[in-house]
Each structure stands twice: as structure tokens, then as C-alpha cells.
DNA sequence: GTCAAATGTACCAGCGCTGTCAATAGAAAA
DNA sequence: TTTTCTATTGACAGCGCTGGTACATTTGAC
């Protein structure tokens, strides 16, 4: 059942498609139309088919469909190492493997060091492993030399809120809207002096967040105050650092917005350590919903970015384009506020 | 260089075997031998050959060297899906890609969620994707009859703290002795009432972290409470849980250790709601030293688990047994006390 | 009933590599 | 010098699947 006894007796093999083929009284040319979902088969036919797949309990040799197409039937997801932060990287590999799953590609982690050369170091990746498809996250997804060296190599790739035109698939969701979202929540509790800690330039996510903060203060009338923004790079040193600086102005602000999660938990260390109190003496914001920003006490207010979703469209858009290499995508995908209690009205100034 | 201009005359083409060998003036055969560090080349050969592999920047293709030698050069992580904690997940992996790195390996994840039946399941993935290893976590690693069906399929695997004799290759750290290092570590600051929240049954970690912190009071000679010890699960809703428990008793704990750090999170959650100062009303610590540790705050007392080389290790001896079928091993491997804010000599009681 | 399109079969090469086994060379033994 | 032996090396047949060509059969349109 759904093997063949070994010669030696001894060990279990797996059925191939010649057996099927025998099973289903047809060429192993037609089983392999309708494992490839070639379109002229004949629906009864089809079934009869997958119904000997099933009884023999098939599963297609994945090195050897490999080999005779020239695929590797390997997505990887190609992320910087030290930058990324780890959680970010574990969800979007879970919304790979979901998109992976029933169908014949595996996802695999690629951690790569952003530098000058990567560019080049691309081309050893690619002979070494030869996926069929890569997915991009910041910084690599805003580095052009590198998209264009995948479009030479014919590479099909997608990317992850990268803030370039070029790339042809990118999926994201629409920070500057959350965030200014997020800045509204803090205005409606009655915030005036909210204080932003901005992330590294370069990603996108730092322009689009301080922007989505700057619209919400100018819809509110607020004028912008430059001296509310210090630039962090999305490390928990860089939000502590960024917190001192604010704090230790005359007149501190009474709610700070951090740019991503762990940046925010950097600000509310450095209350911690000059014993303010949070939510009383500061609302804190940080952005992503990270694990952190529940495990925190208290819970930290942020913006639930929909990791998995994105991931995985990014993965069937990108398998999508491999049969159509003509598709082109931008999705923005919907996020989600995560109010907790790192933000309250502000006590009286 | 290194590649052969495709006839027609568009994209690349990447060297083969037979290209290197007809460099060197060798038969495929050769080359191959030294590909797979076969013994029998002249060393005056393999040097030639080995040149010849980098002057034409030659690459083995994994999925023809897969089929010939029916391999898949896959080793999957096996993990339980809603259990295991993401950033645990992703040290191992980032251990594993370290460990593959140079080989032709490739470390693919696989959630896994635990049922009475995985054993039974575990079949359509192996069949599936063809794994040549795979490396089990607890609670994987502690599931005997799923090691039995990998014995019966003939699959090499390792685990990673497992409490089964069954497991061939097993990777872990001394938890017993570090849970009473940090007990230890408490009872130095002048700790004697200490309680403990403990892990899942089920889990090796649960009893070895249990009986480190007995063993740490026995040699204090502080008689063991069985009320300051509480159950929880590794949830961080368990530990707040658990906490509460505890600051609920008469006389309260002036410390408590949490058997992870998510637990430990959970504990300081409590001690925020009732207004408890860390560490001044209440030490803290925590185990495993994942992110949050560092991020949250006050910085939380741990042990660093040395995940990364576990895991490195878990796949340098998987793949050596793939080769020397009798081998075993049960590693421990140094672990590190990381003392943070969250400990401090407790307040006058 | 005829013709074209749709559908299916048969067959074979070949993807790039490794396993098997035979062949060869060089060294040791006679 | 010849023989024997072992260490090296090579020839060849696939691994399981897909792509292509060539042809057979069915279907539906006219």
C-alpha cells in the first residue's frame, strides 16, 4: 500500500509515478499533467488520476521533479542579520511555511549581512542553492543595486514594505496611516506634547511613520515641533538613548511614540530608571506588536503589523509570478491597533 | 567564468561536474569523489581538482546530487506549534543555518502540533519531504513513540533536551544545576522565603529547574514549602497567575523564580498591578534568557540558554550519524548566569 | 459524414550527479 | 624480472521526473 517492498525486503519505497501511471491505466506522461495542473485533462480522467495518487499514496520525488524542470522548489527568505529583530523574522517565516504548505516548496531562512558587496555575494547564494524565489524584508528589499543584480540573474523575487518602485511585487500595509492612527489615539486622550523616536533612515518605515505622525499633528493643528523628534535605528539602546534626550528637556513631553516596539521598550526604561511612572507620568507608544509589547508591564499601546498575512501573500504572489512573469503587485494589507495600558490621559501639566 | 554561455546566448548556465572534470583532466567519477570527500584521491589530485572547482566556480547542483544519491540535503526543525516560544524557535534556527553553513545542507522549520497521533503523522511528512534529519524539541523530544516511528523509518534525528534514554544524540545544558546556580544567586542577596513557579508537566525542563531549586535550598538548609511552589504551563498568563497566587499568601514570597522568562514576565505583570516595586518589594528571575529579558524593565535576572550552540551541535552530530549509523552522544554544554536588575536583597521583612 | 480541435498515448532524451564494478597503475613481493 | 596486491581511477547505468515530438483517438462543429 502506496509502496513497494524493497528488493532487499526491507525498508519501505516510496510509489512513483509510474506506478501511478500502471494503477490508473495511463502514461506517466498524463499523471504528470495533472500533478502539474497542465489544463488538457480531461475532468474525468483527472479524477480517476488523483484518485490512484491517492490510493498509492504518491508523493512526487522532489529532486527529481527538480532536476528534469530545473527548479529547486525552495523559497528563501532573505532577511539582515543583525538588524532584523528576531520575532519580526519568526512571523514571517510562519506565514511562508502557511503559504508553502500543499504545495511543493519549502521555505528557508537566509540571514545576509547588509554591506557594501551584497550585491556581488548574491550571485554565490544563488549558484549555491538556486532558489526559485526570494522574499525581501528591509534593508534588502530597499537595496537597488541588489533587486537589479535578481532581475539580471532572472530571479523572481517579491518584497516587504520596501519603499522602491522597482520591485514589481510588494506587499505591506500602510504605515503612515497607522501611525498617524496611533497619534490620534494619544491626541483623543488629550496629548499635546507627544514626542516621536524615529527609526533608521533608509527604511521606509522611518519616513512613513514619522510622517503618518506629522500628519495626525497637522490634521490636529498642532504645529510640528522638530525638537520632539530624535532619531533612533530601531534598537532598544537607541529608544533608552532617544528617552533621555525628551525627558531631560524643561518641558518633557507627556507622551512618547516610538517607531517600532523595541525601540519603545528603550523609553520605558529610561522612565523606569528616572521613576516615572507609565501610563501617569507618560504614555508610551511603539509599533508592530511584537511579543515583547504584551509580555511588558504595562502592556505597551502599539499597532498590530500583520506579519503573517504579508508574508504569505508575498509567497503566493511571488509562486504566482513565476508562471506569469508579466504579474506586477502592490497590496497593502489591513493592520490592527493594539490599545494597551502604556497609554492614558496625560496628568495635568 | 565559470559557467558555460547557454546556446542561446541569454542567461547563464552554471558549471557541471563533467565541465570541472574535463578542466582537470579527470573522469566525472573523480571529481566527484573529492565533491564528497571520498579517501581513495591522490593528494596531488585533489588539490588539481579542487582548483579546477574554484577557477570554474563550480557549484554541485543539490537537487541531481539528491536524486542520484537519494538525499534531499533537508534537515527539518520539528517544533510544537502553539507551545514553543518564538524567539526559542528561532535561536535554534539561526544555530541550525550556522551548522549548515558550508555543508550542502539546508535547515527548513516545521511546526508540529502535538496530538496523540503526530507518531501517525509524522509519516506523510517524511514522505512528503524526505528530511535526511531532523532535530526535536521538547515536547517532540519527549514524545516516545514518535522517536520509535522515526527508529522504524530509519530516520536519523537529535533532540534537544530530552528526558527520554531513547534518544541517541541528545543536546541540553545542566538546568538542574543552573536553576540552583540562580536560586543560589537569590539566597546570596539574603533571600529565604523563595518560591517558584514551575514549567509544564510533561516538559524534562519542569522537574530539572523543580528539583535545581530544591536541590539550592536543601544545601541553604531551608526546609522545602510545597505551598511556595505553584504549577504553571510556560504561558506568560500562567505566571501572573501564579504570581498572584503567591503575593496573595499571608507571608508572601520575597522572591520568586519563574522556570521561563515568559512566566517571569507574567509575575512582574502581577507585582505592577498590585504595586510592587521590582526588585525592591519583590526579586524576580526568570530562565532562558530570551529577548524580552533584556527589553523589559527592570532588565530580568535569567540563565542564558545557550540555544544557538545546542542546536549547531544538535545538527554537527545529526549529520555524523548520518554517516556513522552507531553513533551517540548526550552533550551538555556551558550555560551562563545573567544578572540584571530584577534581583536584589530583599526589604526588611 | 467530414474536418479541425481537443485530448490522450508512446517513446525517448536528458536534467547532473553518484553507486557499482571493472580497469589501471604503482608498489611490494617473489 | 615477473607476479601479486592494493590504491586509484574510469566507464556506465541509472535515480524519478519532465519536455518534446509524433501520432492515435475522441469530440464537437459544420
Known amino acids: ?12 519505497m516510496p510509489a512513483r509515478i509510474e506506478d501511478v501511471a500502471a494503477h490508473a491505466g495511463v502514461s506517466t506522461k498524463t499523471v504528470s499533467r495533472v500533478l502539474n495542473g497542465h489544463p488538457s485533462v480531461r475532468a474525468t480522467l483527472r479524477t480517476r488520476i488523483e484518485a490512484s495518487i491517492r490510493a498509492l499514496n504518491y508523493v512526487p520525488n522532489p529532486a527529481a521533479r527538480g ?17 532584523a529583530s528576531s520575532s519580526y ?16 516548496y519549502n521555505a528557508v531562512l537566509h540571514p545576509f549581512h547588509a554591506a557594501d558587496d551584497l550585491a556581488a555575494r548574491i550571485d554565490g547564494f544563488v549558484a549555491t542553492h538556486r532558489p526559485d524565489a526570494l522574499v525581501l524584508v528591509p534593508p534588502h528589499a530597499n537595496n537597488a543595486k541588489l533587486l537589479q543584480r535578481l532581475d539580471e540573474l532572472d ?12 520591485s514589481r511585487i510588494d506587499i505591506g500595509f500602510d504605515e503612515r ?6 497619534i490620534e489615539h494619544l491626541l483623543s486622550l488629550g496629548h499635546r506634547r ?15 511613520r514619522l510622517n503618518g505622525y506629522r500628519d495626525a499633528l497637522r490634521k490636529a493643528g498642532i504645529e510640528y515641533d522638530e525638537s520632539l523628534v530624535v532619531e533612533g535605528d530601531f534598537t532598544f539602546a537607541s529608544g533608552a538613548a532617544g528617552a533621555k534626550a525628551l525627558l531631560s528637556r ?16 528603550g523609553v520605558v526604561r529610561e522612565a523606569y530608571e528616572r521613576g516615572l511612572a507609565i501610563p501617569d507620568d507618560l504614555s508610551v507608544c511603539g509599533f508592530d506588536d511584537t511579543p515583547v509589547s504584551q509580555l511588558i508591564s504595562p502592556g505597551l499601546t502599539t499597532v498590530r503589523q500583520p506579519c503573517r498575512e504579508i508574508s504569505c501573500l508575498a509567497v503566493e504572489s511571488v509562486l504566482q509570478s513565476i ?14 491597533m493594539q490599545l494597551r495600558a502604556s497609554t492614558a490621559k496625560p496628568a495635568k501639566p
Open 250 to 265: 524643561r518641558r518633557p513631553p507627556t507622551a512618547i511614540f516610538a517607531a517600532n516596539d523595541d525601540m519603545a521598550c
Open 323 to 336: 508562471r506569469d512573469p508579466a504579474m506586477s503587485l502592490k497590496a497593502r494589507v489591513p493592520y490592527q
Open 194 to 208: 507627544i514626542a516621536h523616536v524615529s527609526g533608521l533612515k533608509g527604511h521606509g518605515a522611518q519616513v512613513w
Open 1 to 12: 500500500m502506496g509502496h513497494r517492498e524493497s528488493p532487499t525486503g526491507w525498508g519501505y
Open 67 to 83: 532536476l528534469a524542470g530545473n527548479r529547486s522548489y525552495l523559497i528563501a527568505l532573505l532577511y539582515d542579520n543583525p538588524t
Open 89 to 104: 523574522i519568526m512571523e514571517l517565516i510562519v506565514g511562508m511555511l502557511q503559504a508553502c504548505n500543499g504545495t511543493p
Open 177 to 182: 496611516r497607522a501611525a498617524a492612527d496611533i
Open 155 to 166: 530571479i523572481r523575487y517579491s518584497t516587504i514594505s520596501s519603499k522602491l518602485r522597482q
